[in-house]
């Protein structure tokens, strides 16, 4: 609402504000021991002066992104095939797959991915191979194309599995594992991520991290490589705010979570303020984009040519994932034109399981 009413969509709102301002909408309280207001300050005036500079060139090239499309458990060998070789074309060249059923089926499904992405034949048409050593790349343990592959396992594994089955997983080179264990356990991260690091492979983790204090305690144990904020897991954007400060001053990436319908929305924005107010760098981060429902929204995000974001531009934009009136009128249950005309059958059967 405060974005609509200066007509600027969020990220703009908030990366117009001075330092000052910005700290003062951010929450340190039960932080104070990993960064305080004092140092904020310090961190968000160093950047001050380079902020139009960078949103000119996030206005021009986009923000990176990644993709999950091809990397969904039960798909078939071909379909993964097709999708893996979509998304290049799409310009994408950082892809994640879940992990964590079966050993011997992920090693599969990774190297069918690999071989894909690291083949320079897929590349877009007056694509040339990035270098994998370049400062966007390095440590990432990306392909001879320059293409990445992340994978996540939605906290399948106790601690000792998860160093197990990663290890298994090395030949297909990971730059991390997402959620390898229980959301809440800072030290099984941190044991995790001291195991796998002789094997190249770093953790990432977030998406169910509840508040700032579990972020706190993952940068301070050293239990990540990677910090994965979601727009709807934490206490708004205050909150958020204080996870990018923290995650700024101990220099780890800042990747959000954006897996679920209209979490790609919001997401954009806060990636947009870290890098042009906070962190003022994306060469390493990539934003999660997954192809689904964005048609319902009435601002819909978009990714460009090159595989990544476009900038959102409109003024009344503001923070929003409202949905058309049409979507929710055919959609909402139980008298949506889709529950009353197209699937009576499903509806009926709905209500007989609820009773």
């Known amino acids: 609402m405060y974005a609509r009413s200066r007509k600027k969509p969020l990220w703009k709102l908030v990366v117009d504000m001075t330092p000052e301002e910005l700290v003062n ?3 340190f309280r039960y932080i104070s021991d990993a960064i305080t207001k004092e140092e904020a300050l310090v961190m968000l005036k160093a950047k001050e002066s380079t902020k139009a500079e960078r949103e000119a060139k996030v206005r021009e090239v986009g923000y990176p992104a990644y993709v999950t499309s091809a990397g969904w458990l039960g798909y078939s060998d071909e379909k993964i095939a097709r999708l893996t070789k979509e998304a290049i074309q799409a310009g994408f060249n950082h892809f994640k797959m879940k992990v964590g059923a079966d050993l011997d089926n992920d090693l599969r499904r990774g190297k069918i991915i690999r071989s894909i992405i690291d083949d320079p034949q897929y590349l877009p048409a007056g694509h040339k191979p990035r270098d994998p050593n370049g400062p966007d790349l390095v440590g990432k343990n990306a392909g001879p194309t320059g293409s990445v592959l992340m994978i996540d396992a939605n906290q399948v594994w106790d601690v000792p599995q998860a160093i197990e089955f990663v290890k298994g997983l090395e030949e297909i080179k990971p ?3 997402e959620e390898p264990t229980a959301p809440d356990d800072i030290l099984g991260h941190a044991a995790i991520r001291r195991a796998l690091k002789p094997y190249g492979i770093g ?3 977030g ?3 509840h508040n700032r204090i579990v972020f706190k305690q993952l940068l301070q144990a050293e239990a990540i490589d990677v910090c994965q904020i979601d727009s709807c897991r934490l206490a708004g954007v205050s909150e958020v705010l204080s996870v990018l400060l923290m995650a700024a001053k101990f220099g780890i990436t800042v990747c959000p ?3 679920g319908v209209g979490l790609c929305e919001y997401v954009i ?3 947009l303020i870290d890098y042009i107010a906070v962190s003022g760098s994306m060469e390493r981060n990539v934003l999660e984009f997954v192809d689904h429902l964005h048609e319902h929204f009435i601002h819909p995000c978009s990714i460009n040519k090159n595989g990544r974001y ?6 009344d934009e503001g923070y929003s994932i409202e949905m058309h009136r049409s979507s929710i009128e055919q959609y909402e249950w139980p008298h949506g034109t889709y529950w ?8 009926a059967q709905a209500q007989v399981q609820s009773h």
């Open 269 to 271: 924005h806060l990636s």
């Open 340 to 347: 009353v005309n197209e699937h009576p059958r499903l509806k």
């Open 175 to 177: 730059w991390f594992i």
């Open 207 to 209: 998406e169910h991290a």
């Open 310 to 315: 476009n900038v959102p531009n409109h003024p």
């Open 257 to 259: 979570h954006a897996g």
């Open 25 to 27: 909408s951010a929450a």
């Open 203 to 205: 953790v990432a983790t």
